[in-house]
Every structure is written in structure tokens, then in C-alpha cells.
């Protein structure tokens, strides 16, 4: 198979785990037999400082022009006096999801048995071990509604609005994810309070009777699944949520993994094109360290192959060899390890 991916390490520790991850995917297609082409342009800060502008043209249309995007992480302290428009986050991440349509966001989050004890939930709580994906809504809601301050700055406004369609196209990535893993959504919303919430209410029970009627779905306020996710994890599958409530409990949903290390992610538009990178961010206070754990990224380009290249035999290599370094002991420092992020990536690439 010939591809091409465009590379944007991005800031802080960006450069030294997407610097892994590519070695991974080169020892696939090599043991595979396949022909991936690799354009790296810089983004985030790093974008910044060499062309004034987070996200140059010339990445964007880089970007548009590959088969699929792995990203590092932007942003960090040197960049958060920027205006907000022009900030790492706002410039470069969210005008990517925006411009390269990505409306479905997936954030497995998995214990990995070797890793168990690396949670801080107990033993009785996480039972048999916790999978649950979150399946959230990326390119809508109140991050790409009208922001606005009033002219005698009093006051401010964040708008929060979803249409039908925005709702239903990634009702249906949750419920066709769901097909494929515990058959079982649960909606999270703020419907006794939002008008959005009782919007999506209605449209995702309405998709669930029309195609999915097989799928268990239920309903659940975002508050209460907050605590659900400490006080019962294992009873949640997919979560299926707009795109703030999505962002927070995601997060919450790694910490229960024991390290945000771990935990990748695949940003994805209906035909399957899509953006992977680790849900962690730059961590600006280890960049240049090499001790990062690359694993998150590298799971990232596991799930690049399996999701928009349909290469599953490949994904299931790069997560088996994962799973095998982490039971002989691979731990970088987030693990509690001494391991650099080289050496984690050199023993994953030996495991394939
Ligand atoms: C994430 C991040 C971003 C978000 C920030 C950096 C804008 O927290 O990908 O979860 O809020 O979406
Ligand atoms: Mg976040």
C-alpha cells in the first residue's frame, strides 16, 4: 500500500515521540511490504517562531493533501501570551479539526494488564480491568460558536450551539463503534439544564430506534458520569458526548488508566481520513529530556493504520508489541520507570 503522512511533531516533547512513532510505522512497511512517504512540516509554536503563524499555509495544505495526519502536541508557556486567535490551541488545533472536517473524536481508554497497578482506582473497582471509549463531538458546540466580550467589557458570551446533523453523524460513529466493541452507548448531557442536551437527547434516541435498535443506549448526566467513571467505570462502554463535556472527561478517563502516557487518540471525518495523536499535551517542563513515553503516539499510528488505511493485521502488531514490552517491565518515568523515550521506542520496534 502507498501513503503518504504528513508529520507535525509540534512543540515541547512533540518532536521525540512523533521521532518513535515514525520509526514504528517505517518497521512496518517494511515487514509488510508497504510504501509510506513521510512529510514532516512544523506546527504549534515551533510554526510560530519560524514563520509567525501557528499554522503555516503550507502545512494546512499539507496536511489536506496526505492520506492521514500524526500529530505531536502544540502549545507551552512560551506561546500563552499570544492573543488568543493566534495561540498554538486555538490557531493550530482547533483550525486543523475545523478545516480538515475531523467531527469525530476516539479516546480509548484501556488498562493495560501489566499496567494495573499503575491505577489509582482500587483493585475491586476496576475488577476485571476497564475499556471505554469516548467517542466525542470535535468540531461543534461551544468552541466554535461565537466567543464575544461586550464593548464595556461587563460581560461575556460562549455560545453553544449543535444542529441535527452535527448530532446524528457522530451519534452514528458511537453506535457503529459501540457495534464493534460492548454493544452498549450511554449519552452524556446536561439535559435538565440545556437546551442542546434535550436536542440530542431526541436525535440519538431517534437514530438508536431507526438503525440501532440492537445497541443498549442509555442516558446519563454529565455530573453523574463524572463520578460514575471513579465509582464504576466498568459499567460505561461508549461514551457518547458534545464536544466540552467530551474534552473534560476524557481527561478524567486517562488518570483512571493509571498514566495519560498511554492514551491515544484518532480525530476522523466520515470517509475515514483522520488526525491521530497522544491525548497528553507537550509537557513543556520534560521537552528535551528524552524521557517521554512515546507509547501514546505510537498507539496513535496504530490506530492511523487500522482506522484510515484499514491495515488491522499492522495495528494489531504495533499493540501486541506494546502490550509485550510492558510485561517484560518497559517502563519509561510516567511508569514509574527509568527507561529513556528512545529505548521504549527501540523496544517496541525489536518486539515487532
Ligand atoms: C484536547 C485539548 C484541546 C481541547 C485544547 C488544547 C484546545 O485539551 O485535545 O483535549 O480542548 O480540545
Ligand atoms: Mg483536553
Known sequence: MKKTIAVIAGDGIGPEIVGEAVKVLKKIAEKFGHDFTFNEKLVGGAAYDAFGDCLPDDTLKACKTADAVLLGAVGGPKWDSLPGPQRPEKRALLTLRKELGLFANLRPAKVWAPLKGASPLKDEIIGEGLDLLVVREL??????????????????????????????????????????????????????????????????????????????????????????????????????????????????????????????????????????????????????????????????????????????????????????????????ADLGGAMSCSEMGAAVLAAI
Open 139 to 332: 468540531t461543534g458546540g461551544v468552541y466554535f460558536g461565537e466567543h464575544s466580550r461586550a464593548a464595556d467589557g461587563q460581560s461575556a458570551l460562549d455560545k453553544m450551539p449543535y444542529s441535527v446533523m452535527e448530532i446524528e453523524r457522530i451519534a452514528r460513529t458511537a453506535f457503529e463503534s459501540a457495534k464493534k466493541r460492548g454493544n452498549h452507548v450511554t449519552c452524556v448531557d446536561k439535559a435538565n439544564v440545556l437546551e442542546t442536551s434535550r436536542l440530542w437527547r431526541e436525535v440519538v434516541q431517534k437514530l438508536h430506534d431507526a438503525e440501532y435498535a440492537d445497541v443498549a443506549l442509555d442516558f446519563m448526566y454529565v455530573d453523574n458520569a463524572a463520578m460514575q467513571l471513579v465509582r464504576a467505570p466498568s459499567r460505561f462502554d461508549v461514551i457518547l458526548t458534545e464536544n466540552m463535556f467530551g474534552d473534560i472527561l476524557s481527561d478524567e478517563a486517562s488518570q483512571i488508566t493509571g498514566s495519560i502516557g498511554m492514551l491515544p487518540s484518532a480525530s476522523l471525518r466520515a470517509d475515514g481520513f483522520g488526525m491521530y495523536e497522544p491525548i497528553h499535551g507537550s509537557a513543556p517542563d520534560i521537552a528535551g529530556k528524552g524521557i517521554a513515553n512515546p507509547l501514546a503516539t505510537i498507539l496513535s499510528a496504530a490506530m492511523l493504520l487500522r482506522h484510515t488505511f484499514g491495515l488491522q493485521t499492522e495495528a494489531d502488531a504495533i499493540e501486541r508489541a506494546v502490550g509485550k514490552v510492558l510485561a517484560e517491565g518497559a517502563r519509561t
